[in-house]
């Protein structure tokens, strides 16, 4: 095992930070069960790393004595042994560290997310929740872990208050099998394709959401798609601000397609300023394809919730219903391939004008496509039980940049104008914009234009 020379400061540090959600610290003298719930609960949570040979805060005032170790390596095999108890085996790296603050060794244990539900050796299920490490007892609550997890989907579920006519004779599997090669009968498609139960003969919830008529009427989650739109472009919403509440339903194929064309006939009666002039907003039509096709074909079915379209003056938000699967996360997303719901995304691959041809690369196109056009990139925030995709109606450009662009193309500018442009919420932000260009020489303000009417103008070119 590596042995890493770490500084005293660095010692220092590690032995005053306060334990969390993603840090945890015990001393050497730990019993090998505690450690076990520990490293346990980071698995079974978003990882997180545990450093034994540190003592705790009420044992040592000084955190310098705090960096206390064992002497021998040797002494810390039964806590290692310990961790591989733990089933299914975590993905954990250890290392010793080594301090000028004690000549013991501190043993340091990373955690990473992972994708399986984690269990101690007495069977009991934890999970990281701040600086706690907390039993699930409940069936259903570790159940929902793994669905959250991807241990497992919840789109394998049976649906014993549906029955397989909701698949096998739905008007949504005629028109797939039109178009399908080889030829195949509906009832045995659904069989072999897992998606009736081959004993029971009862639908399960990807054949139903692939299929029926109705989804949302026998799968007993939500499982529409519902658009809001909010006249403003506060983070914060009032109620005020709502003036339209819009239900999609239907199978998933066909509500991908309603879906977004619903979004962009919305956006098509908003206008936005842009450096080009004012126009309807608009995006990159992959982009929003993208981010709703990979909002609803990768989102935990599990989660009683409709995936959910907020369409602001400045941006559009996508909420996908669940916690990003295992190994992903909002840093490698754009780089790991990973369905939650691989049945789903295999059927949906599969229709003559499939809506994810490019599997395992929406994102990226989505991305890309902003990029092309010249507008910021989406943002992807992680929420308690919610992946939100913030895309917003901004230039990619420098503030100052889009300013004079927009000057290149339009006699005058406002401060309304040019926060619209440069997705700059705050006025005075803006001023300051409009100063340093003043400065450099390159804008000047109006004389007979002032208050709510200010505008600015470009420096006329001298003889």
Not at 227 to 253: A, N, Q
Not at 312 to 335: A, H, K, M, T, Y
Not at 449 to 460: D, E, I, M, P, S
Request: proline content about 5%; some cysteine; overall charge negative.
């Amino acid at each position: 095992m590596q042995i890493r020379e770490v500084s005293a400061a660095d010692a220092q540090a590690l032995s005053s930070q306060p334990e969390g959600h993603f840090y945890d610290r015990k001393a050497h003298q730990i019993k090998g069960a505690k450690l076990q719930k520990i490293v346990c609960a980071f698995a079974n949570a978003d990882g997180g790393d545990v450093y034994v040979g540190i003592a705790d805060d009420k044992d040592e005032a000084d955190p310098k004595k705090r960096w206390a170790g064992a002497p021998l390596m040797e002494e810390y095999n039964q806590l290692i042994q310990s961790t591989l108890e733990i089933s299914p085996s975590p993905p954990i790296l250890m290392e010793f560290l080594k301090s000028p603050l004690s000549a013991n060794y501190v043993l340091h244990i990373q955690v990473d997310k992972s994708q399986s539900v984690h269990q101690t050796s007495d069977g009991t299920v934890y999970e990281r929740k701040g600086a706690q490490s907390l039993p699930i007892k409940e069936a259903d609550r570790i159940t929902a872990l793994g669905f959250a997890k991807g241990a497992s989907s919840y789109e394998d579920m049976q649906v014993d208050s549906a029955d397989a006519e909701d698949v096998v004779d739905s008007k949504e599997i005629k028109v797939f099998l039109g178009e399908y090669s080889p030829k195949t009968d509906p009832l045995d498609l659904s069989i072999n394709k897992g998606m009736i139960d081959r004993k029971t003969f009862k639908p399960k919830v990807c054949g139903l959401l692939l299929f029926a008529d109705d989804p949302s009427g026998v799968i007993p989650k939500k499982c529409s798609v519902k658009i809001i739109r909010y006249e403003t472009k506060e983070d914060d919403p009032e109620r005020d601000h709502l003036t339209m509440t819009e239900s999609i339903e239907g199978s998933l194929f066909s509500l991908i397609k309603k879906s977004v064309h619903r979004v962009t006939e919305i956006m098509s009666s908003i206008s936005v300023w842009t450096t080009q002039g004012a126009k309807s907003m608009q995006y990159p039509p992959e982009t929003l394809w993208e981010i709703v096709v990979n909002a609803l074909i990768h989102r935990d079915y599990s989660v009683s919730d409709d995936v959910q379209i907020l369409i602001f003056d400045n941006r559009i938000e996508v909420l996908s219903p669940g916690r990003l699967p295992g190994f992903v996360s909002r840093e490698n997303i754009l780089d790991v391939r990973y369905a939650r719901n691989p049945k789903v995304v295999g059927m949906l691959s599969k229709y003559k004008d499939a809506p994810n041809k490019d599997i395992g690369e929406g994102l990226n196109t989505a991305f890309q496509k902003m990029k092309e056009w010249r507008m910021r990139s989406p943002e992807i925030v992680e929420e308690e039980n919610y992946v939100r995709v913030v895309i917003p109606h901004a230039s990619l450009a420098t503030p100052q940049e889009a300013i004079m662009e927009f000057l290149s193309k339009n006699d005058t500018i406002t401060n309304k104008q040019a926060r619209d442009i440069t997705g700059i919420k705050s006025e005075n932000a803006v001023k300051s914009e409009f100063y340093k260009l003043r400065d450099a020489g390159k804008i000047e303000m109006i004389p007979e234009l002032r208050g709510n009417k200010a505008a600015w103008r470009l420096v006329a070119a001298s003889g």
